[in-house]
């Protein structure tokens, strides 16, 4: 159960901490110190690395929620409505997560080495707008994590 727990807890702190990161203190300076070309190619890299560790979380979260419920409630059945909530939320997460990896991530790559700038950029707003929900419906689902039984 403690193993569960932890990684849990540090597969959300890694998504959630790393879209916080990247949306609220990177992208302002990115786009303050560096062209359209130069900045696409920087946010190609960082999602490269940064959406490997996404994937890691995708794949945990579920899995060690999941053995958690049934360890801690016997299952979703007699689990409180906090927990409910954060396993939709974290599933809208996922598909919000793969709609930018699978529909935008390998456009911006194409856009990027055929240097296509504006359609590079039209795809880097798309994911952006992506991860500004994700990032929103991550600290939620913290808050709720975070103050469920208290809050019920």
Not at 86 to 105: D, K, P, Q, R, S
């Amino acid at each position: 159960m403690a193993v569960a727990l932890v990684l849990h807890l540090l597969a959300a702190v890694i998504w959630v901490g790393g879209m916080f990161f990247a949306y609220i203190l990177l992208r302002p300076v990115a786009a303050a110190m560096f062209e359209p070309p130069r900045r696409l190619q920087l946010w190609l890299k960082l999602f490269d690395r940064f959406f490997r560790w996404v994937w890691a979380a995708v794949i945990l979260l579920p899995v060690t929620g999941g053995a958690m419920v049934m360890r801690v409630f016997g299952g979703f059945g007699s689990s409180p409505p906090y927990i409910h909530v954060m396993t939709l939320v974290g599933v809208i997460m996922i598909v919000i997560f793969c709609l930018a990896f699978f529909g935008h991530l390998g456009k911006l790559r194409e856009a990027v080495v055929t240097e296509q700038w504006p359609v590079g950029g039209a795809r880097l707003d798309r994911i952006r707008k992506l991860i500004g929900i994700n990032l929103i419906l991550g600290l939620l689902v913290i808050a709720v994590a975070g103050g469920g039984r208290y809050l019920a």
